[in-house]
């Protein structure tokens, strides 16, 4: 698939109401973005690359974060991956600024594709970084859209490629709470979620991988996400939405939504278990060991969880509770049980906002 990469730089979208001249206002900005958490996709047939597409509910964990420094210095771009370099350069082509940008990313989330939105995370706290140092032409609206439109993935030290993006993970970092992101990937509305933790486990890919998926033979060393896992994601999404699309989509409208409108993010979780039997966890039990999927989220809810999940397209776990006390219950329950299949056991806030920091 090597006509699909393309070098940083050299293929941008950008809507004419987004040029706007900006220069840099501070010598430096800091982005701590956090790890984003995605429970369900509404459609799988709106997922595409290029398009951005698919929604669905999200929020955003204070245990695993990703650092990115921008400074105005140097000549050009200089960035430690290409992606950084892409989103950069976009940032300064919008702005019409031709002076030098330095990246830095003193730390990263470490769990790439497993569940944890490394590179959506990355790429929103380097867009929001930019921002910054140009003293914040654009709104978070704006950066919003900038993003989904311009989603892209490392393909080698090189390159890029149009990766596949719901929007889900932009507006857990730029929101924060519960967001709902519809299927056309348009930012619908976000619930609070103070008050609220979350227990994390990295799942150990091998460990956790089913029969079907070990056969690929990609999945111990990168994950789902790559081409091979995605034709095999393809094929059980579109099995799904057969199967369940008009019950979820149904049970989605009449019974989720009315929550979100009245900010009740507990109202809302409450119904996730009922989610589960129609939605994205459908899917991933074909990906999985089902057993131990199964096992641990009933594990979570008889520890008293909210919710609880497998993110994304996994294999890391996630469990909502209610306080951070409830949630290290959770987290002990949890590792007591599963060690063997996940590690990393975290707790942290849910729904915590992207800051930056500028000096």
Known sequence: MAER?????????????????????????????PGRLHFNVWDFSKMAPVVPGGGGLGCSTSAALSEIEVTAEGD?????????????????????????????????????????GSNVTFNTGVVAAVNALFGTPFSLAEMWDIL???????????????????GVGESCLLYGGLVWVDEHARHVGHADLDGIWVVTAAGDKAALANARLRA???????????????????????????????????????????????????GLLRLGWELNEIGTYQVLLAYWEPEILEASVRAAR????????????????FALAEGRAAAERVRDALEGRFSGYFSSFAVGKAGVRLTVEVE
């Not at 809507?15 to 900005?29: D, G, H, L, S």
């Not at 991956?81 to 976009?90: D, E, F």
């Not at 994601?233 to 057969?242: D, F, P, R, S, V």
């Not at 008889?302 to 776990?317: F, H, N, Q, R, V």
């Open 5 to 33: 990469y393309f070098l940083p730089g050299t293929d941008f979208r950008i809507r004419p109401e987004w040029r706007r001249p900006a220069r840099p206002v501070f010598a430096r900005a800091r982005a701590l973005a």
């Open 76 to 116: 050009g771009v200089e960035a430690p991956v290409p992606t950084a370099a892409h989103l950069a350069r976009l940032m300064a082509e919008m702005v019409g600024y031709e002076g030098g940008l330095r990246i830095s990313v003193p730390d990263r989330i470490a769990h790439v594709h497993s569940g944890y």
């Open 148 to 166: 989904t439109q311009n989603f892209v993935e490392n393909a080698d030290e090189r390159h890029v490629y149009w990766g596949l993006d719901t």
């Open 216 to 266: 690929l033979g990609q999945t111990t060393s990168r994950g789902v996400g790559d081409e091979e896992e995605k034709e095999l994601l393809a094929i059980e999404c579109q099995k799904y939405q057969a199967e369940f699309g008009e019950r979820h989509t149904a049970f989605v409208e009449r019974r989720l939504k009315p929550f979100l409108l009245r900010n009740d993010a507990r």
């Open 302 to 317: 008889e520890a008293g969880s909210l919710y609880a999940m497998m993110s994304s397209a996994g294999p890391s776990l």
